[in-house]
């Protein structure tokens, strides 16, 4: 089986999208790509500015032309925004000649991760872990339906969630021949 042409990684903000797909990318040799720094770098402006200035309307669209652009892209893993399921539009963009992998994770563990991050402006609430939940209830269904692969990545480091993807995604090599390898000997 030959590797995806890419791997896109979709979940909730703080399943950890971002450090496992800079991993998972230097395993494969592929890119990292990251679609809501993208997002960043062309507006030069970061996103809670976004929302105050666009409104999520505003950025959600500007995140439909950048998950347009990146189906093209080939030997990349591409971290997606938590909502960039959220847009039926976006899920053909996202199938696209892709993997996709739902980095799951438990409201607890998202709020662990995120509760001091100040540059998630759907956070900034004064209940966050219900607006989690909420999130949650509303997305997990759509994760689910999109996904190749669900990975779970509570209490787990994202090494080990690279290596358990890796075991998953990569061609598989026989127990002999990996010896043989690693022996430095020629296999057929």
């Known amino acids: 089986m030959p590797l995806p042409e890419r791997i896109v990684l979709v979940g909730p903000m703080g399943a950890g ?7 998972l990318a230097r395993e ?10 993208l997002i960043e770098e062309r507006c030069g402006a970061n996103i809670p500015w976004i ?3 666009e409104g999520e309307s505003g950025f959600r669209t500007r995140e439909s032309n950048i998950l347009e652009e990146l189906s093209h892209e080939t030997g990349a893993v591409i971290a997606t925004g938590g ?10 963009c996202l199938r696209r000649g892709a993997l996709i992998v739902y980095l799951k ?13 100040r540059n998630r402006p759907l956070l900034q609430q004064e209940d966050p872990r219900a607006v989690l939940q909420d999130l949650f209830d509303r997305r997990n269904p759509i994760y689910s339906r999109l996904a190749d692969i669900v990975m779970m990545t509570d209490k787990k480091s994202p090494r080990l969630v690279v290596r358990q993807l890796l075991n998953r995604i990569k061609p598989r090599t026989s127990r002999k021949k990996r010896h043989l390898r690693k022996e430095g000997h020629k296999h057929a």
């Open 105 to 117: 994770t438990s409201v607890d563990q998202q709020f662990e991760r995120t509760r001091r991050d």
């Open 17 to 23: 999208k971002s450090t496992i797909g800079r991993l």
């Open 28 to 37: 494969l040799g592929y890119r990292f790509i990251d679609s809501d720094r």
């Open 51 to 53: 929302f105050d200035v």
């Open 83 to 92: 909502g960039a399921v959220m847009r039926e539009e976006n899920h053909a």
